[in-house]
């Protein structure tokens, strides 16, 4: 811009017109500037807020589920079935017994007889073994689970004199008489039963005999003897009894208590 004369006649009002010019050109792009500035940083300002907002609204929604532990069902523990076999047994006097146990989980118990007609029988407490008797001959037959038989019977008598009495010809000559009936098991090992032993010629007097299933050792049980004998269950006293009507208890070392 071309600066006024000062030999113009109008110096002084072309002067303050150069200087408005100039506050102009100096003042209007500072105002210019301010407001660009105002304008750009307001709209920096709503532009990040705006950003923000996005985000926020961007920002997936993080869903807390309620995760139940899984728990896996249990092993059901099913019951093994029960099988029932048989097997059969021969007795002296020539009867087949067929003998009924139970397996499960490969257990094995005896669970009793089929054809009872004839025979006396009594299961061990384990259910392992069996003793059956013959009402027959009154042999004694011990059988075990495993098929395993063995013959218990006592086959003969002998006297405090040393007089020997078989078996088989006292029940000839006296076919009542009582040698050897109604087994019983006081434990595993150990069998009572009634007899008329030791005495041959008196009547109608019982006693009770043990046999052991593994000497086959035949004993006699004393105190014990009466007109009529029965044999009930196992106690912690031993085997219950009762003698013409009285309960005793027979040990399995073979002594009876009261």
Known sequence: MKRPSMFSKHYEKEKKKRRKIILLVIIIPIIGLSIFLKTDFKGLLNKSKENKEAQVEKKPEVVVKDQKTSKKPKATHVKNAVKTQAFVVSLSDGQKISIQYDVQAAEKSIKGISNSKGISYDISPSKKAIVIQSTKNQDLL???????????????????????????????????????????FINEDNIVYVSELPWMNEKAM?????????????????????????????????????????????????????
């Open 142 to 184: 011990y059988v075990d689970v495993n098929k395993v038989s063995k013959d218990i019977t006592k086959k003969i008598h002998k006297s405090s004199k040393n007089q020997i009495y078989p078996k088989n010809n006292k029940l000839k000559s006296d076919p009542n008489y009582i040698w050897s009936i109604t087994p019983k």
């Open 206 to 258: 019982q006693y009770i005999w043990k046999v052991n299933v593994k000497t086959s050792e035949h004993v006699q049980v004393k105190p014990a003897s009466g007109k009529k004998i029965t044999f009930k269950n196992i106690t912690s006293k031993g085997l219950e009894a009762t003698i013409d009507g009285n309960a005793v208890y027979v040990t399995p070392i073979g002594k009876v208590i009261k």
